[in-house]
């Protein structure tokens, strides 16, 4: 018997080291796609990927507060300077010419491409005749002196064609030279980030660079009272995730000391205490091994939901430790590990549906759960008895079990029918004491 | 002998009160009497790409001291609206609107137009040396650009009128292109 604890310690031991080895080298995602579909339609994957790699989705727009409008402008010029140079930004505008340049020597390289009135009749006779005599009109107007220059490089005004979709009708206003809001109060810029939308740990190293670019050209321009302001896609997701984080972890630590408190109330030993949380922690390390073993990568979203998922693991040690106590480990075999594990294969059975999912996420919170359940009980059922021996003495409880069943017979009867059938269901009042 | 001294007295007899009777304030203050009202324009512009200058017309009006509107009709309808420091141009159901202030080459393009209009010389002289020749009856005013910015796009811009009243307007651009407006005013009554 010694022996053979010693043999199932050991190769439990074993097993989680090397599923901590395996955790160590996994990668987790925090990013969106957890909630997008696996294997989208052509149109869901449009919207799949303007989500991941949408020129909006990395879009950060900056607005600078404070001091006076030439200020806020030398700033704006200064931010664009240093943020264009940055590799983690693709572009930087704040409305100046120059920053405008680029984007109108791409269209004019690609206005063939890119016009929507080329057909094969615009350059027919007369297509090209009725083309031209356009050009010809439009410089009659104010806009044509811009025109002239491009006229012998683009007789059939494709520039124009193009232009004339994209214009919104107003420019953005703007106060010495850069962009500035209506009331001309915050000078705007408008940044684009390398980092994909769905990237939030990049969006969030360029919105950390943005700040502190900010910090150091207001400190050496000497503008100390400039504010930034920030918003965005991305900008949303870094603090979405960082209230989620915060308060996923304050609330599974009020609720992890919860269990562990209750759980020490009654066992009085830490030990048994670390014994009963023993096939829930194996349970969460094999969860995250299956997944990132067959996924690649690892949801920190599905270790969260996971985790309350094989929450119902705590009670497969407590069940042992309270039933064997009474009956022995072998009468406990019998009489009750089958209901146990009746419990478990409903358990996987509604897990496994989840692998099916067309949703990676809801997919991999399936798998984890179906390993995290399975993995529990087998340690329930083969390493705890091993490692817990014969003498687990328990608090009596039966005192506080008679005194919530009085204090419920006080109340109305269904309510005193279900607290009953709970008393009943944990073992409280039916086994009296338990050792 | 004679005829010499016809032409000598032709001369003097227009250059004289020019230089004596009428200078450029008093052009100004004419100018800024006038409240405003309607005309029609032909616009001639001789583009060196093309071998007939593009002409389009239309109809002007203008409200002291800040209003001026443009309507094309043809070669195409446009109507261009100057409001304060607003300038919208609209074509084609396209409506683009710029604000001057944040286009210092653009207002000062502007300004030559509407600083004449509204007499104000101190906006004409921010950007131009201006320079004034003939009578109250038929004067012509030079503005040349002294800021190298507006140079490079402007060379010369020639305004023509008569007391209150401008009759031609021509720019003279950089690259040898030019724009002749001729301008008769309609009645209002």
């Known amino acids: 018997m010694k022996h053979a604890a010693g043999r199932t310690f050991l190769l439990w031991l074993l097993a989680m080291l090397a599923g901590a080895a395996v955790v160590w080298h996994s990668h987790f995602s925090a990013d969106m796609s957890f909630f997008l579909p696996g294997r989208p339609t052509a149109e869901q994957k449009v919207l799949v990927d303007q989500l991941k790699e949408g020129a909006v989705a990395r879009l950060l727009m900056l607005a600078i507060e404070g001091g006076e409008a ?149 400190a050496s321009s000497g503008f100390s009272d400039a504010r930034l302001a920030l918003s965005g896609p991305g900008l949303f997701a870094v603090k979405a995730r960082a209230t989620i984080k915060e308060e996923v972890s304050r609330l599974s630590l009020i609720s992890t000391l919860a269990i562990v408190a209750v759980l020490f109330f009654v066992y009085r030993s830490l030990r048994l205490l670390s014994l009963g949380l023993l096939p829930v922690v194996s349970g969460a390390l094999a969860g995250v091994v299956a997944v990132s073993l067959v996924h690649g990568t690892v949801f920190g979203i599905t270790v969260g939901f996971g985790s309350a998922l094989i929450g119902e693991a705590v009670d497969y040690s407590i069940y042992y430790f309270v039933q064997s106590g009474k009956v022995g480990l072998d009468q406990w075999r019998q009489r009750f590990w089958p209901t146990i594990r009746l419990g478990v294969l409903t358990s996987i059975s509604g897990f496994a549906a989840l692998i099916f999912s067309g949703f990676p996420g809801l997919a991999q919170l399936g798998l984890y759960s179906l390993a995290g359940i399975l993995t529990a009980a087998l340690v329930t059922r083969f390493v705890l008895p091993q490692l817990a021996g014969s003498q687990q003495r328990g608090r009596d409880l039966s005192g506080l079990g008679r005194r919530i069943a009085s204090a419920s017979s006080l109340m109305r009867t269904s309510a005193e029918g279900r607290s009953e059938s709970r008393m009943r269901r944990c073992g409280l009042k039916s086994t009296g004491r338990w050792a | 002998m004679i005829k010499r001294l016809l032409a000598c007295l032709l001369l003097a007899g227009c250059t004289w009160p020019a230089l004596a009777a009428f200078d450029v304030g008093q052009l100004m203050d004419d100018l800024a009497r006038h409240k405003g009202g309607k005309a029609r324009f032909v616009e001639k512009k001789y583009i060196s790409l093309l071998d007939k200058p593009v002409v389009s017309t239309g109809e002007m009006t203008y409200a ?30 396209q409506k683009l609107t710029i604000n001057l202030s944040s286009q210092p080459e653009a207002l000062a393009f502007i ?59 021509e720019y003279l651009q950089a690259d040898g292109d030019r724009a002749v407006m001729s301008i008769e005013p309609i009645e209002t009554r």
């Open chain 1, 70 to 218: 030439g200020q806020r402008a030398a700033l704006s010029r200064e931010l664009r300077q240093r943020l264009g140079s940055r590799p983690e930004f693709l572009s930087v505008q704040n409305g100046e010419a120059t920053s405008l340049e680029a984007d109108r020597n791409f269209l004019f390289a690609h206005r063939y491409l890119l016009s929507p009135a080329v057909s094969a009749e615009r350059f027919s006779r007369d297509g090209l005749h009725a083309a031209i005599a356009n050009s010809i009109d439009l410089l009659a107007s104010p806009a044509g002196m811009m025109l002239k220059p491009l006229l012998p490089r683009d007789p059939t005004g494709e520039l124009v064609e193009l232009l004339s979709r994209l214009n919104a009708g107003t420019q953005p206003h703007s106060v010495g030279g850069v962009w500035a809001s209506r009331d001309g109060e915050r000078a705007m810029l408008l940044v684009q980030t390398r980092a994909l939308g769905s990237d939030t740990d990049g969006q969030e190293a360029a919105i950390d660079e943005i700040r502190r670019q900010f910090a150091e050209s207001a």
């Open chain 2, 64 to 93: 002291a001291p800040d209003r001026l509107e443009k309507r094309t009709l043809t070669p195409k309808p446009e109507l261009l609206r100057l409001d304060k420091d607003m300038l919208s141009i609209e074509r084609d159901k």
């Open chain 2, 111 to 169: 300004d030559s137009i509407r600083g004449t209009l509204t007499g104000n010389r101190a906006a004409l002289e921010k950007n131009y040396l201006l320079h004034l020749a003939g009578t109250a009856d038929k004067w012509v005013l030079t503005l040349l650009p002294s800021d190298q910015k507006i140079a490079a796009l402007v060379l010369r811009i020639t305004i023509g009128g008569s007391r209150s009243q401008i009759r031609s307007i």
